[in-house]
């Protein structure tokens, strides 16, 4: 069975529906909490920081939401997708069934969150007085970033996750510190230059936030030449992790 067979494409869907039910998502409520999580963040976030931020930054509570909404995203799914193949043993040792489905299915369970997020957040910034401008259709890309992003790093962790239990520990301390070297609460120019300035333009979260921002905010369009590069890394990064993850495939089930 390969990608893009409609087997395959069913079965993908089957999975997601199923992950996506087991997560209360198919509430109404369970979306609401899924949406209200991060809205309590950024409430506590503008609280501590709005007096000394806000004036440097228009719309603050608009500009930490999107950053928060990116952030969870990312770090929800690539945590559900790293564990996922352990979780559901039964068909990871099930020798016909394609282990990428569980991975991508986890993927898409909470794309599904991302994208509703992202609505009622352009919802919000057009009551909040932002401009609604055509820069805005362009959010679909930003959306693509984000997912290649996430893509290759659950192949990644997925695959290892499998042999190496305690990476689930080192990731959650990883994902602490991405909190910071994220500008999600900050601007770029609060780091100032140097060394601090480059890690975080390294970090390729920066710039699915940023490029986000750019759109809702500004209401410009996103600097096209840096997202070709991203697009182009990440499909790279993509690649590699994928044929690194079938390659270690055979040898899941025994290991589960």
């Known amino acids: 069975m390969k990608i893009g067979d409609r087997k395959y494409l069913n079965l993908l869907r089957e999975m997601t529906l199923a992950q996506f039910k087991l997560r209360d998502q198919s509430t109404f409520f369970g979306f609401l909490w899924s949406f209200l999580n991060p809205l309590i963040v950024v409430g506590l976030l503008f609280a501590v920081f709005s007096s000394r931020l806000s004036g440097d930054i228009d719309h603050y509570g608009l500009y930490l939401l999107i950053g928060i909404i990116h952030y969870t995203h990312f770090s929800n799914a690539t945590i559900a997708s790293m564990q996922v193949l352990y979780s559901m043993k039964t068909l990871t040792r099930d020798a016909i069934f394609p282990k990428d489905v569980l991975v991508l299915a986890s993927i898409l369970t909470h794309t599904i969150d991302f994208v509703l997020s992202m609505l009622i957040c352009v919802a919000l910034a057009i009551f ?5 401008t055509s820069a805005m259709a362009a959010l679909p890309f930003v959306l693509a970033l984000q997912v290649t992003l996430i893509l290759w790093v659950s192949f990644l962790l997925s695959g290892l996750y499998i042999y190496v239990r305690d990476l689930a520990h080192v990731y959650q301390v990883f994902l602490r510190l991405l909190f910071f070297i994220t500008p999600i609460f900050y601007g770029l120019s609060f780091v100032g230059g140097g060394v601090a300035k480059y890690l975080l333009l390294a970090n390729p979260l920066t710039h699915s936030i940023n490029f986000a921002r750019t759109l809702i905010i500004k209401g410009q369009l996103f600097d096209m030449n840096i997202f070709l590069v991203l697009v182009l890394s990440n499909g790279c990064l993509v690649y590699g992790a994928y044929k690194m993850f079938k ?10």
């Open 247 to 256: 390659k270690l495939e055979p040898t899941f089930a025994e290991n589960v």
């Open 128 to 132: 909040s007085g932002v401009k609604l």
